[in-house]
């Protein structure tokens, strides 16, 4: 329902806020899903931009396992929630 998308993209904002790679990662790519498919909801996600910007350049210390490889994804994944965030375009089923 459309009057509960801004509880929804404070929860994923929360998600992206924490401290978790993979977290961090899954939110992203439902944000990115959810914007390219809800318009409002890409509306309600603008007062959450912030959080967003900030993953964009998440760091941290090297996994001995994975190395920069969870910050590289969470990375890419914000940049791509930015530009569905910040875009017009919409998936519209045909």
Do not use: W
């Amino acid at each position: 329902m459309p009057s509960d998308l801004p509880a929804v993209a404070e929860y994923l904002a929360d998600c992206v806020e924490g401290d978790h790679a993979h977290v961090k990662l899954k939110a992203l790519f439902v944000i990115k899903t959810l914007a390219y498919r809800i318009p409002p909801f890409q509306q309600a996600m603008q007062e959450h931009l912030r959080c967003v910007q900030d993953a964009s350049v998440f760091t941290g210390p090297p996994s001995p396992m994975f190395g920069d490889e969870p910050y590289r994804l969470v990375r890419e994944a914000a940049d791509g929630a930015l530009e569905a965030l910040s875009g017009n375009e919409f998936y519209h089923e045909e």
